[in-house]
């Protein structure tokens, strides 16, 4: 009797795994028939390259693409009219997966493997039309699973704007909108295929307005105070400065006004900061001593000075148990071919890049798994990351070795091989959604690390403050 039992048990054990393979498989199967609808999709937004805060017919897109597919639309969020949750289901778990749709000024660039401008303001060197309509696809195909599977709890895609300085996921954090999010999906456009942990660096910014007096640079220079002054004597002390912070911590400005003519003091200068770390309360102590030389620039050049507040983000809080699971998915998903045009064009680009040859196995492959990494950049999933649990990766959605922010990015994104990268991404968070959904033990682990490495007494401090979203920080 009781072997027969066990039989059954082991049988019926069997007989779900199978199903659950099979579904997953289904999965994988309807992804990739939509391919070539989420291709037009993320075509559509390079094609609009709007930038941060200004994506209003990016999220309209993706906002229409996700009703239709019977999600819940709450729109302008967190003060950001470019913002918006869409969600299907209801109770627990809730899973949240991001998209961002901003582009980067400057970097307009058309779809060929040679440098040339499309024409426009902007251009998606980071990949962000992809990022967004990937998660879109993802947040689709978990829903259709739950509803295939009558499965209870809660699918959210967040329309996260603004991601390149903008800090938009900061603003959704402050107002609260993942405090009821069990688990944080994301991933970001690449060179290679990797679910590996990942870093980012915390970073402040802020601009510094100078205010002096203009006068005739030549007949009364004694009546003017220069405004560019008080800039470069607060530069020259940040420069001095940076003996004396730790050498992994990054400064950079830029001028933004600096006066228009020579023979006229100039009454208005304006310099961009950043200030990175690895550690948060490093950036905030380093921000102080930017804003004391700043103060004391103005003193010294007689002239007055004020600052806004533009970005802040945490650095990015890495969960290793979310990490696996995403990364036995991607394994289980795998790479992309080239086709021969694919490769051609792959070569031209890495000739670009002062390579003899495009290395296309990258893109065939995944990165083997890595629980360390040295953070480059910075990101406002950051913030997120120490609010719930999150889990990202990247996926191959540019020729190997292309660096990101670049024109060769841009162009590799508007191509067939951007569309197969963001599919691989799209089925890995899929898979990895499917996962949190089946499994309660996973959740309440990946819940347990989060709690433990965010420690008992942490207070989340958004860096930028109480400021207002800078929504025309790109005009
Ligand atoms: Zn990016």
Redesign the pocket.
Same mark, same amino acid.
């Given at each position: 009797m009781q072997k027969i039992t066990i039989m059954l048990i082991v049988l019926c054990t069997s007989v779900l795994t199978l199903s659950a393979q099979k579904t997953k498989k289904e999965v994988l199967k309807s992804l990739n028939q939509k391919s070539e609808t989420y291709g037009e999709i993320s075509q559509e937004i390079w094609n609009l390259a709007e930038m941060g805060y200004q994506e209003v017919k990016s999220s309209a897109l993706l906002q229409k693409t996700l009703e239709e597919a019977g999600f819940t639309i709450e729109t302008g969020v967190a003060g950001i009219p470019t913002a918006f949750i869409a969600e299907y289901g209801s109770g627990s778990p809730i899973v949240a997966i991001m998209g %961002?749709y901003d582009a980067l000024p400057g970097l307009s660039q058309e779809a060929v493997a040679e440098k040339k401008s499309a024409g426009g303001a902007a251009g998606h060197a980071?990949?962000?039309h992809l990022?967004g309509t990937a998660s879109t696809a993802a947040a689709i195909a978990t829903k259709d699973w739950m509803v295939a599977n009558n499965k209870q709890g809660t699918i959210r895609f967040y329309g996260t704007p603004a %991601? %390149?300085g903008g800090s938009g996921k900061v603003y959704m954090v402050r107002a609260g909108l993942f405090d009821d999010v069990d688990i944080a999906l994301h991933w970001?456009p690449g060179a290679q295929n990797a679910s590996n942990v990942g870093a980012a660096l915390a970073n402040k910014s802020a601009k510094f307005r100078f205010h002096g007096f203009s006068a005739h640079a030549a007949a009364a220079p004694e009546q003017g105070r220069s405004a560019l002054d008080g800039v470069e004597a607060m530069n020259m002390m940040v420069n001095m400065m940076r003996e004396h912070v730790p050498s992994d911590a990054r400064i950079h400005y830029v001028i933004t006004s600096g006066g228009k003519a020579p023979n006229v003091v100039p009454d208005f200068a304006e310099v961009y900061y950043y200030a990175r770390h690895a550690k948060r309360d490093v950036v905030i102590d380093i921000f102080d001593r930017i804003v004391k030389a700043a103060e004391g620039a103005a003193l010294g050049t007689g002239t007055t000075m004020d600052y806004e507040m533009i970005g802040g983000t945490h650095e990015l809080l890495p969960n290793l148990t979310l990490q696996k699971v995403m990364f036995d998915n991607l394994t289980e998903v795998g790479g992309f071919d080239y086709t021969t045009e694919e490769r051609e064009f792959a070569d031209k680009i890495a000739k670009s890049l002062g390579k003899d040859q495009a290395d296309i196995s990258v893109a065939q492959n995944i990165q083997p798994y890595k629980t360390e990494a040295k953070p480059g950049g910075s990101?406002d999933v950051g913030d997120v990351s120490f609010t719930v649990p999150t889990v990202g990766m990247s996926a191959a959605t540019w020729v190997p070795g292309t660096p990101?922010h670049s024109w060769q990015a841009v162009a590799a994104g508007g191509t067939s091989i951007g569309k197969k990268g963001m599919m691989v991404a799209a089925k890995t968070l899929t898979l990895t959604a499917i996962d949190i959904f089946s499994d309660k033990k996973l959740v309440d682990a990946a819940k347990a690390e989060f709690q433990e490495k965010r420690g008992a007494d942490f207070k989340y401090i958004p860096l930028l403050g109480d400021r207002e979203p800078a929504l025309d920080y790109r005009k």
């Open positions: %961002e980071c990949g962000h990022f %991601e %390149e970001h990101t990101a």
